[in-house]
């Protein structure tokens, strides 16, 4: 059974910074690409950050040169780091593992954050 457990989420000033944890077990972490969806009240499901192959990475338009995801493979670890945060980037935020021999994906249950203004 996968499991993803995110962490520090919380409330935050603008322009301030943010780093989301994501402890992963349960799975073979190199058989997974770790990601980053965000959801914001009202709105749709909004990938963030995600690895695509190895180390590669890919972010959403709305983030890029403020938002770096990393990882630990000897800790099962995946990062957000959140900066220069805006009002606009409030959402739950899913860590995300995309098994690649099963093509399934598995979700945390999400950590909030709200960004002030």
């Known amino acids: 059974q996968v499991q993803l457990v995110e962490s520090g989420g919380g409330l935050v000033q603008a322009g301030g910074s943010l780093r989301l944890s994501c402890a992963v077990s349960g799975t073979i972490f190199s058989l997974n690409l770790m990601g980053w969806t965000r959801q914001a009240p009202g709105k749709q499901r909004e990938l963030v950050a995600t690895f695509t192959s190895g180390r590669s990475t890919d972010y959403a338009d709305s983030v890029k040169g403020r938002f770096a995801i990393s990882k630990d493979n000897t800790k099962n670890m995946v990062y957000l780091q959140m900066d220069s945060l805006k009002p606009e980037d409030t959402a739950v935020y899913y860590c995300?593992?995309?098994?690649?021999?099963?093509?399934?994906?598995?979700w945390g249950l999400g950590t909030q954050v709200t960004v002030s203004s």
């Open positions: 995300t593992a995309k098994n690649v021999r099963y093509m399934t994906t598995s």
